[in-house]
């Protein structure tokens, strides 16, 4: 089933002809931007040069770190009261990612979500729980509009509180549920204890982490849905920007939308179909935010060949990352920033480990720390301040509840070389 | 009176909750030939403190600060009770009556008498108001 179908089985000349007037209105959207401005003007590359689709290896990078020197409002590129919305994601240190929205943005992220829907077979007579957090995150207002958009009858149910969400779904009905598949094995664990079998599920929508095929059986035997992926961030207005179809192979990129390319993270040469590298991506038609070549970090490859759907070109499900983020909970964290809070409480001393493992389907981190010795005072109470504390840093920046360890003086290892002091014990993969 | 005369210096190690944490703590002391008169482990998620009371604190501290434990002293203080009913609680009334809050205690039975050590809240008083109302506390040089 299609959405627009025009927009989504559009190819050949026709797409590249869109995408080039599109790239030429992101360029000039971007100039508007000091950052892109200055940027172009040293590249001595403007909109004009653009005639073909090719030409858009002339523009150079955008990264993460860019993004983060503009904070709060620096990337945006038209004045803040054009912008109807702010969402916000993990910075590399320190400060996050601001991401602003024009009303256009949102009506054409909404569209997107709408084409993803759809394609999987959704529309009005279905009932969505929206089972991921509705704060910054973009995964909870992002899909929740799409899905209104659909005319489904949605719950926001968020997170949390598993016992109800369960007892919705069987007392609402529900057909469809989005949320993290680490918290969909939780959904189904607390299910199989309350002894329902969770009927009238279909459909799982599953993203903001990677997953497995063998998390996809296991989910689709114990939640009895067709369990689909889904792909996007924050730089692309949310999830949503990639998306399975029926035939779950690879995702279909909104190539009106979006250009992508794959590139060599170490030599920046662009790769072709098929080769493995980080997806770099420009938005076509955003308004408060334009991007121009910005690298995700993530790697895949393109997948051109047909897809029976109709629809263009996919990329493969995520395989990992071009840098050292990790993915907890679905919430994005960078161990720079772990250690810029860390480093701003005095009493944390100069050695910590952070250990990431999965416990009962569920990321947790935990942090060993050595305080420093001026700070003990002998009172267990005091010590358990300082725990709060470091906690409560944690928390409020990578929003992320955290176990904290102290541990005894020169019990954590010393490192001569390049420090590894975050250590991911859950194997690659749910 | 000197009140002075009867804080204790208590050694608390920081200690990680773990096998063997508190068998290196008894070894380095032993190995220094330091008597512990009585010692209690308070737990927290993951770590703990040993509260050590030893014949030779000054020694001690430095021993195990040595070799690597984060230490420091505690001031308490430490009353001779009656060890028969009724005993603790001719101590525990007095600082009740006092408003003066016992944070932890713990206790020993030596040859001649039972013995609780204290950590108040307002020492120098807990210190006048025991030895004003006849209770027996030790002095800190018995520890030295």
């Given amino acids: ?430 | 009176m000197e009140t002075d005369d009867y804080i204790i210096k208590q050694i608390s190690v920081f200690s990680e909750n773990k096998p063997g944490r508190l068998a290196a703590i008894a070894k380095a002391l032993q190995d220094e030939k330091i008597n512990i008169f009585a010692f209690s482990i308070a737990e927290a998620k993951g770590f703990g403190v040993v509260r050590l009371l030893v014949d030779k604190p000054e020694p001690a501290l430095k021993k195990l600060a040595d070799i690597g434990f984060m230490v420091s002293f505690t001031d308490v203080i430490a009353v001779r009770m009656k060890d028969e009913p009724g005993g603790l609680f001719d101590i525990a009334k007095i600082l009740g009556e006092s408003e003066i809050n016992i944070e932890y205690s713990y206790a020993y039975s030596g040859k001649e008498a039972a013995v609780l050590i204290l950590r108040v809240d307002r020492i120098k008083e807990a210190i006048e108001k025991m030895t004003g109302r006849g209770a027996d506390l030790l002095k800190a040089e018995m520890f030295l």
């Fill in chain 1, 1 to 430: 089933m299609f959405w627009d179908k025009e927009m989504e089985t559009l190819g050949g000349r026709a797409l590249e002809d869109l995408q080039v007037k599109r790239l030429r209105q992101t360029i000039r959207q971007a100039e508007n931007v000091p950052f892109f401005k200055d940027l172009l003007k040293e590249k001595s590359v403007s909109a004009e040069d653009i005639n073909k689709i090719q030409d858009v290896s002339r523009l150079p990078f955008t990264t993460k770190k860019d993004l983060q020197k503009g904070y709060p409002f620096g990337f945006m590129a038209v004045p803040k009261k054009e912008i109807v919305r702010i969402h916000t994601t993990s910075g590399t240190t320190g400060k996050p990612t601001v991401v602003g929205y024009t009303r256009n943005d949102l009506d054409n992220w909404s569209e997107l979500i709408a084409r993803n829907l759809t394609m999987v077979g959704l529309t009005d007579e279905d009932t969505f729980q929206n089972a991921v957090n509705y704060g910054l995150f973009t995964g909870g207002l992002g899909f929740h509009y799409g899905a209104e958009k659909v005319g489904m009858t949605v719950i926001p149910s968020g997170t949390g509180n598993t016992k109800r969400q369960i007892e919705m779904i069987d007392d609402f009905g529900v057909t469809a549920v989005h949320c993290t598949p680490s918290y969909a094995m939780h959904l189904a664990e607390v299910a199989e204890e309350m002894g329902t079998t969770l009927d009238t599920f279909k459909t799982g929508l599953f993203g903001a982490e990677p997953w497995s095929d063998n998390t996809r059986r296991t989910l689709e035997q114990k939640l009895g849905v067709t369990a689909f992926d889904s792909y996007g961030m924050s730089e692309m207005y949310g999830p949503g920007a990639a998306f399975e179809c029926p035939e779950r192979n690879g995702l279909h990129f909104w190539h009106d939308s979006f250009l992508i390319e794959i590139i060599d993270p170490e030599t920046e040469e662009i790769l072709g179909p098929g080769e493995c590298g980080e997806l770099v991506v420009t938005p076509l038609v955003k308004e408060a935010m334009p991007l121009i070549r910005y690298r995700t970090g993530d790697i895949t490859c393109i997948l051109d060949d047909e897809c029976p759907c109709g629809r263009g070109p996919r990329i493969a499900r995520i395989t990992g990352r071009s840098d050292d983020m990790l993915v907890i909970r679905g919430i994005n964290v960078f161990p720079s920033q772990i250690e810029h809070v860390l480093r701003t409480l005095p009493e944390v001393g100069d050695q910590f480990m952070v250990y990431v493992d999965r416990i009962n389907h569920l990321d947790e981190m935990a942090i060993d720390i050595e305080i420093k010795k001026e700070f003990f005072s002998g009172e267990l109470k005091d010590l358990e301040r300082i725990q709060k504390k470091i906690i409560h840093a944690l928390r409020d920046t990578l929003n992320l509840r955290t176990k904290v360890n102290l541990v005894e003086h020169e019990s954590l290892p010393r490192f001569e070389g390049k420090a590894k002091r975050v250590v991911d014990r859950r194997g690659d993969v749910i």
